[in-house]
Nanobody, 124 residues
Framework: QVQLVESGGGLVQPGGSLRLSCAASGRTFGYYAMGWFRQAPGKERQFVAA????????YYTDSVKGRFTISGDNAKNTVDLQMNSLKPEDTAVYSCAIRFRSGSYYYTDEWDYWGQGTQVTVSS
C-alpha cells in the first residue's frame, strides 16, 4: 500500500501562483512515475503533469505548458507542482497519483494510488 498526502491548495487571484506538494509513504520502492490530476465540478478527472522516476522527464497537458512546473525528489518520495499565471479555468481539486508501470499518463485507470486531493480556486 502507498499513501499520498497533498498540501498547498488555496484561493488565489487570476495571474497568481500556488505550489502544491505531495508526499508518498509506504511501499513506494520501484515506482515508475508520480503525477498530478485535477477535477473541476461536473467534469472528469484530467491529467495535468507527471514526472518519470528514472529519467526525471516531465510531461504536461497542453493547457498548462509554460505555466506549470512539476518537480520530484526521489530520495524523499515527493512531487511538487509549481503553478504560475493561474487562470479561473484552473480551478479544481488537484490530486497526486503514483504508478508502478509504464503506459499513457493520461489514463486515470493506469495510476495505482491516489491522494485525497486539495482544492485550488482561482478567483478575483
Amino acid at each position: 500500500q502507498v499513501q499520498l498526502v497533498e498540501s498547498g491548495g488555496g484561493l488565489v487571484q487570476p495571474g497568481g501562483s500556488l505550489r502544491l506538494s505531495c508526499a508518498a509513504s509506504g511501499r513506494t520502492f520501484g515506482y515508475y512515475a508520480m503525477g498530478w490530476f485535477r477535477q473541476a465540478p461536473g467534469k472528469e478527472r484530467q491529467f495535468v503533469a507527471a514526472i518519470n522516476w528514472s529519467s526525471g522527464s516531465p510531461y504536461y497537458t497542453d493547457s498548462v505548458k509554460g505555466r506549470f512546473t512539476i518537480s520530484g525528489d526521489n530520495a524523499k518520495n515527493t512531487v511538487d507542482l509549481q503553478m504560475n499565471s493561474l487562470k479561473p479555468e484552473d480551478t479544481a481539486v488537484y490530486s497526486c497519483a503514483i504508478r508502478f508501470r509504464s503506459g499513457s499518463y493520461y489514463y486515470t485507470d493506469e495510476w495505482d494510488y491516489w491522494g485525497q486531493g486539495t482544492q485550488v480556486t482561482v478567483s478575483s
